[in-house]
């Protein structure tokens, strides 16, 4: 079975940085995009930042120039560096995995982690 685990939330100070990571569990063949999203309380889920296959990235504009998206291939992890955090960061991270194919060629079309908690303090 494939899941997604993550890990490296947590309370931080303003100005701040903390490291998510994002491991897919399984016997993995591929995997298309992977994406962290967030939700901050009372707000709709958000996506941050997305590298595809080929590693190209993207973010929302809130974070650009903050947050860096990274990917293991070889060992199916996501990492998320998150720099100059602010209040506004506050949230539980989602780690998200697009089109996946296991070596038994099983595919999930859109696979989420279980949250992971950044807490920002002003």
């Known amino acids: 079975q494939v899941q997604l685990v993550e890990s490296g939330g947590g309370l931080v100070q303003a100005g701040g940085s903390l490291r998510l990571s994002c491991a897919v569990s399984g016997s993995i063949f591929s995997i298309n995009a992977m994406n962290w999203y967030r939700q901050a309380p009372g707000k709709e889920r958000e996506l941050v930042a997305a590298i595809t296959s080929d590693g190209s990235t993207n973010y929302v504009d809130s974070v650009k120039g903050r947050f860096i998206i990274s990917r293991d291939r070889a060992k199916n992890t996501v990492h998320l560096q998150m720099s100059s955090l602010n209040p506004e960061d506050t949230a539980v991270y989602y780690c998200?995995?697009?089109?996946?194919?296991?070596?038994?060629?099983?595919?999930?079309?859109?696979?989420w982690g279980q949250g992971t908690a950044v807490t920002v303090s002003s």
């Open positions: 998200n995995a697009r089109s996946v194919l296991t070596t038994r060629l099983r595919r999930y079309d859109d696979l």
